[in-house]
């Protein structure tokens, strides 16, 4: 009984005994004391870029998210009413099809003045200057189709690439509405230039 008595005893001690803890705080007290989340988005997403590798990409090649997703020049540094450009359809690679991509980017406004003289030269019109690379691609002559926004069927066109200092002729396969098919032996800047 004793033992009954001391048991009960220490029960009613232990079930009336008050537990005392520091009060929780509120949902607002917690959010005012956490850091401040950024309210915009990062700077690439509102440019438009998935992600900032991208963005850092086609800063490198002197693009727009539009130009860089799509690889195309919509404008030129240097270059009135530039006429945008894009890479139209399949590279030949010594004449063979291939699936190869070539990576157009926007050069600046000291080549884009040069190529204007150069237009001027041949008494044309410069539509747009784009540097040209094919990456990992090793061929002695590319074909390549560039899509040209706008220009009509009929309209001659002749093709100029710098090379080691100088602007040399690039073989015009074709000129058609919207494309321009050149013969390309290398990298670097080419000239697109309406002739009267």
Not at 37 to 50: L, N, Q
Not at 61 to 71: K, L, Q, S, V
Not at 78 to 88: F, I, S
């Amino acid at each position: 009984m004793k033992k009954l008595a001391a048991l009960l005893a220490t029960s009613v001690l232990f079930v009336s005994m008050t537990v005392s803890a520091a009060g929780s705080p509120s949902a607002a007290v917690v959010a005012s004391k956490a850091p401040a989340a950024s309210s915009s988005a990062p700077t690439y997403v509102s440019e438009g870029f998935a992600n900032a590798a991208q963005a850092q990409a086609a800063a490198e090649r002197g693009m727009d998210a539009g130009e860089y997703y799509n690889n195309a020049i919509t404008s030129t540094p240097g270059v009135a009413d530039a006429v945008p450009m894009g890479q139209g359809g399949k590279i030949l690679i010594n004449g063979v099809p291939t699936n190869l991509t070539a990576s157009l980017a926007k050069v600046n406004k000291a080549m884009a003045e040069s190529a204007m003289g150069q237009a001027a030269a041949l008494g044309g019109k410069l539509l747009n200057v784009v540097n040209v690379t094919f990456p990992g691609a090793n061929y002695s002559v590319a074909t390549v189709n560039f899509y040209v926004k706008g220009l009509a069927n009929g309209v001659k066109v002749a093709a100029r690439q710098y090379v080691n200092g100088a602007w040399i002729e690039v073989e015009v396969v074709e000129s058609r509405a919207d494309h321009v098919v050149l013969n390309l032996k290398g990298n670097g800047p080419v000239a697109f230039v309406a002739l009267p």
